[in-house]
T-cell receptor
Framework: EPEVTQTPSHQVTQMGQEVILRCVPI?????FYWYRQILGQKVEFLVS????????KSEIFDDQFSVERPDGSNFTLKIRSTKLEDSAMYFC????????????FGNGTRLTVT | AQSVAQPEDQVNVAEGNPLTVKCTYS??????LFWYVQYPNRGLQFLLK??????LVKGSYGFEAEFNKSQTSFHLKKPSALVSDSALYFC?????????????FGTGTRLQVFP
């Protein structure tokens, strides 16, 4: 069964550094998402992406965050200047039809900011 | 605002016993509801969804969920729990605004099945 893949599985960075989290969604999917989860707690919506542009973003997704789909297969989340509170699990998800179709999630990238 | 609530942080059940993980929703219009499971160090796996039709929805791994409109609930159930069902369970509701769509998740319920 096709999977959403995320790399790296674990990223450690120093406060103020830029990080890029990478995702390869399922190939025929059109809708892409980033979510984050702090310490195994609530899963929070960050951003949705469709037709090469952001559809919606949450309050968490401030100017330090950006997303890109640079080559038609990868979907990246960039944090420009990381803060300690950015430490979390970041999950990429994709779906084909949107709406009623379930989201398929990757296994996540654990980001640790020191 | 559209949301789901999971009132229990943890549910403990003995193997072989039935289990229920509770979820209530607050939506305007028809609710589209989902259950996901998360095993340690893994992403969220889709279990089942309710869009329309029968109130009892069957999903993966023997799980089912009952949609109850009058009680605005969508509880996850399984007739006979397995130790391997121990995981974190999330209820979610689809939220649509114009041409955007996303899932909003509950706070999660940790299910512990004891041998």
């Amino acid at each position: 069964e096709p999977e959403v893949t995320q790399t790296p599985s674990h990223q450690v960075t120093q406060m103020g550094q830029e990080v890029i989290l990478r995702c390869v969604p399922i190939s025929n999917h059109l809708y892409f998402y980033w979510y984050r989860q702090i310490l195994g707690q609530k899963v929070e919506f960050l951003v949705s992406f469709y037709n090469n542009e952001i559809s919606e973003k949450s309050e968490i997704f401030d100017d330090q965050f950006s997303v890109e789909r640079p080559d038609g297969s990868n979907f990246t989340l960039k944090i420009r200047s990381t803060k300690l509170e950015d430490s979390a699990m970041y999950f990429c998800a994709s779906t084909d039809l949107g709406g009623n179709s379930p989201l398929h999630f990757g296994n996540g990238t654990r980001l640790t900011v020191t | 605002a559209q949301s789901v609530a999971q009132p229990e942080d943890q549910v403990n059940v003995a193997e072989g016993n039935p289990l229920t993980v509770k979820c209530t929703y607050s939506v305007s219009g028809n609710p589209y509801l989902f259950w996901y499971v998360q095993y340690p160090n893994r992403g969220l796996q889709f279990l089942l969804k309710y869009i329309t039709g029968d109130n009892l929805v069957k999903g993966s791994y023997g799980f089912e969920a009952e949609f109850n409109k009058s009680q605005t609930s969508f509880h996850l159930k399984k007739p006979s729990a397995l130790v391997s069902d121990s995981a974190l369970y999330f209820c979610a509701v689809r939220v649509s605004l114009g041409n955007t769509d996303k899932l909003i998740f509950g706070t999660g319920t940790r299910l512990q099945v004891f041998p």
